[in-house]
């Protein structure tokens, strides 16, 4: 019985078979109060599960697929953007956006995502975050985004072929982890307004 031998690629800094083949890689998640002022109530949307599909797997595929779900775990209506490179933020080089729904995963090619970890730091060159929703999510003082944890990196490692899965879930700030419903956000917005707009709790 043949050992199945991994090692950390010296050329991409990640993680390859014997027949160099990449089966994995860096990916990051940003908590949403990193680079957002959050307040009880507020929706926000968390990463609740990120995949890396490795070469044999994702088959020439080169894309990252983003699923946004609703408090309960049911997909639902969101808009993402995949912003590049991370670090420019918030001024990024370039943006795409695609509104993931209950039947469509939002999707984005990595055609130009190729990095040398050696050269260009551990990260790819990607963000990705929810920045709507389709209705508008209820937020406080008439904000135009949603809050969103950011997942950093992804990218072609070495020019290898792979690819992510990401999934998004809808939370409170104040709620319960992962998400709550309308109902919790309503009463924790209305016990911040009451208590002096302490974080609940």
Not at 15 to 43: H, I, T, Y
Not at 116 to 136: C, I, M, N, R, W
Request: aromatic share 10%; glycine share 10%.
């Amino acid at each position: 019985m043949s050992e199945v031998i991994v090692y950390k690629d010296p050329a991409t800094d990640a993680f390859a078979m014997r027949d160099g083949k990449v089966v994995g890689c860096r990916v990051d998640v940003w908590s949403a109060e990193r680079n957002f002022e959050l307040r009880p109530g507020q929706v926000i949307y968390r990463v609740v599960d990120l995949r890396f599909v490795n070469e044999e797997q994702a088959r020439g595929d080169t894309r990252i697929l983003v699923q946004v779900q609703d408090c309960q775990g049911r997909p639902t209506m969101g808009k993402v953007v995949c912003a590049w490179p991370q670090q420019r933020a918030p001024r990024w080089d370039g943006t795409a956006y695609d509104w993931a729904s209950p039947a469509h995963w939002a999707e984005f090619a990595q055609g130009s995502g190729n990095y040398d970890p050696a050269k260009h730091g551990p990260l790819g060159p990607y963000v990705v975050f929810v920045q709507e929703t389709s209705p508008p999510a209820p937020l406080l003082q008439g904000e135009e985004s949603v809050a969103s944890d950011w997942a950093v990196g992804f990218g072609l490692p070495g020019n290898r072929h792979v690819a992510y899965l990401v999934t998004f879930r809808e939370s409170v700030v104040g709620g319960s982890e992962p998400g709550c419903n309308l109902i919790l956000a309503a009463m924790a917005k209305l016990w911040g307004v009451q208590y002096g707009g302490k974080k609940v709790g």
